[in-house]
């Protein structure tokens, strides 16, 4: 299955409380990522 992504594409994380999604959501932030949210499993 492909995913197709866009400068326009946004983003949920799951898991984002966890220190390594905490992490890496900053990360993909800094390179300019568009998210909107998280949940938590």
Same mark, same amino acid.
Request: positive net charge; without cysteine.
């Given at each position: 299955?492909? *995913? =197709?992504l866009?400068? %326009?594409?946004?983003?949920?994380?799951?898991?984002?409380?966890?220190?390594?999604? *905490? %992490?890496l959501?900053?990360? %993909? =932030?800094?390179?300019?990522?568009?998210?909107?949210?998280?949940?938590?499993?």
């Amino acid at each position: 299955m492909s *995913i =197709l992504l866009t400068k %326009n594409t946004k983003f949920i994380i799951q898991g984002i409380t966890g220190r390594e999604a *905490i %992490n890496l959501t900053r990360e %993909n =932030l800094d390179y300019g990522a568009k998210i909107v949210g998280g949940v938590t499993p």
